[in-house]
């Protein structure tokens, strides 16, 4: 298998141009649906052949170890097994391997199925169907939405097209330029990994806390830079770059997790509006601070502005890591 700068450039290309225009593919075995299944399957074993309980408070350190068990095998598999499947393509036919890895890195992108999924909120508070606006944010958001008004929605498919701008869709390129498809895998199963089990409640606690951290930190240069280039860019958007940088600058760690609000600082700045604050998991209301000023109430077309935001960066994103691959390939 070769795997230089030119063919990954050459799949990195393909696969944003692919998903940017057809969303995930249909028909096909997708490697995150797998990915989460392998996650579910591992942690009903641990939990089951540990004996792992809920109330106990002495199973904390079984608890991490198993935790760190479970990054362990669900990474390596996500890796190694269709890295395997890559290198016996690859040394069949060479050109038949590139398709097999457009067609994996194709899965790992999420700009259109962000986009579409958001975009089906704002039609249906543009309905005036809240019942369904509830439905359509469920899918993209972790926490409960049936306490949800229609602001709360709003907020909710806004933060979410922010956050994920980083860890769908820029920190999954990053990885595939710096490290191929191994890394770009690695990074979506850790992150998929911390969606399901990166919880701070009494079953994932201490369970979930390794993977946490190493979402964190594998999010650590991504969501930065993501939240830098959402300021930089909001005027291309049609939003407010200064709003954007001085929010961007002030309330990037107004969040638990130490990557979460870089992109949302970004875009509340951008849209000059107020995200955050409290919000209900699991029935407990959860305490989170504000990022941004309320300078005016959010509306239905908040969502249609943070999407303009997310493609302007997700496409600058990709350009830009394209001619750090090819200035790297002529300098070598």
């Known amino acids: 298998m070769t795997d230089n700068l030119q063919v990954r450039m050459i799949i990195l290309a393909a696969a944003f141009i692919l998903d940017l225009i057809l969303g995930d593919p249909k028909g096909i075995p997708h490697i995150v649906v797998f990915i989460g299944k392998l996650i579910k399957a591992c942690e009903d074993l641990l939990w089951h052949e540990f004996k792992l309980s809920v109330e106990?408070?002495?199973?904390?350190?079984?608890?991490?170890?198993?935790?760190?068990?479970?990054?362990?095998?669900?990474?390596?598999?996500?890796?190694?097994?269709?890295?395997?499947?890559?290198?016996?393509v690859w040394s069949m036919n060479e050109y038949a391997g590139i398709v097999l890895e457009v067609l994996i890195c194709w899965q790992l992108l999420a700009v259109r199925s962000l986009f579409g999924e958001s975009i089906r909120v704002y039609r249906a508070l543009g309905a005036h169907d809240i019942k369904g606006a509830r439905l359509a944010v469920s899918m993209i958001v972790g926490r409960d939405t049936d306490r949800l008004d229609e602001k709360g929605i709003i907020r909710a498919a806004?933060?979410?097209?922010?956050?994920?701008?980083s860890d769908g869709i820029a920190a999954p390129l990053?990885?595939?330029?710096?490290?191929?498809?191994?890394?770009?895998?690695?990074?979506?199963?850790?992150?998929t990994l911390d969606s399901m089990v990166?919880?701070?409640?009494?079953?994932?606690?201490?369970?979930?806390?390794?993977?946490?951290?190493?979402?964190?930190?594998?999010?650590?240069?991504?969501?930065?830079?993501?939240g830098f280039i959402m300021a930089v860019l909001a005027g291309a958007a049609g939003l407010d770059p200064k709003g954007a940088m001085r929010i961007f600058l002030r309330d990037r760690k107004n969040h638990s997790s130490p990557n979460s609000a870089h992109?949302?600082?970004?875009?509340?700045?951008?849209?000059?509006?107020?995200?955050?604050?409290?919000?209900?998991y699991f029935g407990k209301r959860v305490s989170k601070k504000f990022i941004g000023?309320?300078?005016?109430e959010v509306v239905t077309e908040d969502i249609r502005n943070a999407n303009k935001l997310m493609l302007v960066t997700a496409c600058f994103s990709w350009l830009s890591l394209l001619l750090v691959l090819l200035v790297i390939t002529r300098c070598i």
Do not use: H, Q
């Open 56 to 88: 106990e408070d002495e199973d904390k350190r079984k608890k991490l170890a198993c935790g760190f068990l479970l990054w362990i095998i669900v990474c390596g598999l996500s890796v190694s097994v269709p890295m395997l499947f890559v290198r016996i």
């Open 158 to 165: 806004v933060e979410t097209v922010a956050e994920s701008t």
């Open 263 to 280: 992109c949302e600082a970004a875009m509340a700045g951008a849209l000059n509006v107020r995200l955050g604050g409290d919000a209900w």
């Open 198 to 226: 990166g919880y701070k409640n009494e079953r994932y606690i201490y369970f979930g806390r390794f993977c946490a951290r190493m979402d964190d930190i594998l999010n650590f240069i991504p969501a930065r830079l993501t």
């Open 293 to 296: 000023d309320p300078e005016r």
């Open 174 to 191: 990053f990885f595939m330029a710096l490290l191929g498809l191994p890394g770009m895998l690695l990074y979506k199963a850790c992150n």
